[in-house]
């Protein structure tokens, strides 16, 4: 009875947890816009919390900001997620919209809309998990 009652809670701490290391993710591509070959990194949320929630169907999502770790010849080495909380398919590098000539792959106008995005989630998802609380309480009490 009391799983039920905590795993649309669980879900939602799992969901927090993910924006805040995705608010990181953002931050750091921010912080390096002028680093010389500097590639940027973005967090595939759908995958993420797939991963963290045991869903056994992973869905990829289809973000034109982000690619895979794929590699693209036979012979490249495929990279790995720098991330220990993260899974390898969740952290991902972002494409290239405008070229640099230095290498830098941090579009500032996007790292900005996902920021302010990213933000507007993690309080929703605070909202969801302040009023399920307040539910609860109410419940136990009564009223």
């Known amino acids: 009875m009391l799983a039920n009652l905590t795993s649309s809670l669980d879900f939602h701490s799992k969901a927090l947890v993910l924006r805040a290391e995705r608010q990181r993710v953002i931050a ?47 012979r490249h080495i495929a990279l790995q997620a720098s991330t220990a909380s993260l899974g390898s398919s969740a ?16 579009d500032m106008d996007r790292e900005r809309a996902n920021f302010v995005d990213n933000s507007v989630r993690y309080e929703a998802t605070l909202r969801f998990i302040n009023g399920q609380s307040k539910t609860l309480l109410s419940a136990i009490q009564g009223q």
Do not use: W
């Open 91 to 106: 952290l991902s590098y972002t494409t290239q919209t405008q070229p640099a000539m230095d290498g830098n792959s941090v």
């Open 28 to 74: 750091s591509n921010i912080a390096n816009a002028d680093t010389p070959g500097y590639a940027g990194r973005d967090v595939n949320f759908k995958d993420a919390m797939g991963a963290a929630t045991g869903s056994s169907t992973q869905l990829r999502s289809l973000t034109p900001a982000t690619q895979s770790d794929s590699t693209s010849h036979a």
